[in-house]
């Protein structure tokens, strides 16, 4: 089809851009992000007091706080699968697109839920991360090498949740971002914080790079937008013309 | 050669099919924010396509709110597809001609 005869829109661009800006709609990506790195800190701080408290010897406090570990485990399943989180993911995203309107993406993301095999591995994940803080919390590991450790797990996790679910070029960036980070550290980049603010070498990374894919992600969801209303209005400037008549008539009446 | 499909063929329902193409649903708000057109019009529009069964609408509620879900169906998707080659049949029996010809 030649674009240059066409008196209207390239029809595949319509689509593109249609796709393109309901892939880029990242705002609910944001809310749960910032929920789950809500959890994870709570995590981090408790594993930093858990540790704390096996250097001094407190027994009391150790299992207090393994326990606040267990807690906080159960409280981020929940909050994974809750109708609350998802009511508030859902009441945020309307606030930004609700003007827009509602679209969804593509039928291979709505119609096909997460393989098992999948959630099994989120879950996997997060029980990764767990011990990641036990062993700190030991001393096994050293704060300075959690984000390598958590890149090992995160990364190929990351991937798949993108591929299933078949997301924007903004996603794929966080992994990346990510893994690269966890590859200047091991070859011994003097990118990390030194003690006692070796927590910022975590959580930088895994709350940063994430913000910065869906931040991108909303910027672009703008960018298509407003192509798209470009080139799907081109070629209607007589039905515009034809509804103002139309206006115009009634009011003379 | 085969007529046009006149229905699809006028430039908005054209725009609006091809937007339902590009997603698995959407709403009003949307293809009105997208299109530009009125209220009326575009209910119009929407309206004579449903009734070609080329798009499926589904009303439902998200709590106390209505919401109003446009699918394009598999006959419209097909409509679309044949409406594009059809046009595409009629510019190769006219192709451009050369500017140095004119």
């Known amino acids: 089809m030649q674009k240059k005869n066409n008196p209207i829109a390239d029809p595949h661009e319509i689509i593109q851009w249609t796709r393109r800006y309901a892939r880029s709609r990242t705002i609910y990506f944001l809310v749960q992000w910032c929920l789950i790195v809500f959890v994870i800190c709570i995590i981090g701080l408790v594993a930093s007091l858990t540790q704390q408290a096996y250097m001094a010897g407190n027994k009391v406090l150790f299992y207090t706080s393994v326990m606040f570990l267990v807690i906080a485990f159960f409280f981020f399943i929940w909050i994974s699968i809750s109708q609350w989180t998802a009511e508030l993911v859902w009441q945020v995203t309307q606030w930004f697109y609700g003007k827009e309107g509602f679209v969804s993406p593509d039928e291979k993301k709505r119609s096909k839920a997460l393989p098992r095999w999948v959630i099994v591995l989120i879950g996997l994940m997060l029980v990764y991360h767990i011990l990641a803080a036990l062993l700190i919390s030991f001393r096994y590991l050293s704060l300075q090498y959690l984000q390598p450790f958590s890149a090992g797990a995160l990364v190929p996790v990351l991937c798949i949740l993108i591929y299933y679910q078949n997301l924007g070029f903004w996603a794929w960036l966080w992994p990346i971002l990510y893994g690269l980070h966890a590859l200047l550290l091991l070859c011994g980049v003097p990118i990390s914080f030194p003690a006692p603010w070796y927590l910022l070498n975590i959580m930088i990374p895994i709350f940063g790079y994430g913000f910065i894919a869906i931040l991108i992600g909303h910027i672009y969801s703008r960018y298509a937008l407003w192509k798209l209303k470009s080139i799907t209005r081109q070629g209607l400037e007589e039905e515009y013309s034809n509804e103002k008549q139309n206006e115009e008539q009634k009011d003379e009446k | ?102």
Not at chain 2, 12 to 26: M, Q, S, Y
Not at chain 2, 61 to 68: A, E, I
Request: hydrophobic share 35%; charged share 30%; aromatic share 6%.
């Open chain 2, 1 to 102: 050669m085969s007529e046009l499909d006149r229905l699809i063929h006028e430039p908005a329902r054209l725009r609006i099919l091809t937007i339902l193409a590009g997603v698995e649903a959407t709403d009003f708000n949307f293809l009105l924010n997208t299109l530009g057109l009125t209220k009326g019009n575009l209910s119009s529009h929407i309206d004579r396509l449903e009734k070609a069964g080329y798009v499926k609408v589904e009303k439902s509620f998200n709590g106390r709110v209505p919401h109003t879900e446009f699918q394009i169906t598999p006959q419209g998707r097909e409509a679309l597809e044949n409406y594009w080659k059809q046009l595409d049949e009629i510019r190769n029996l006219n192709p451009p001609t050369d500017d140095k010809q004119r």
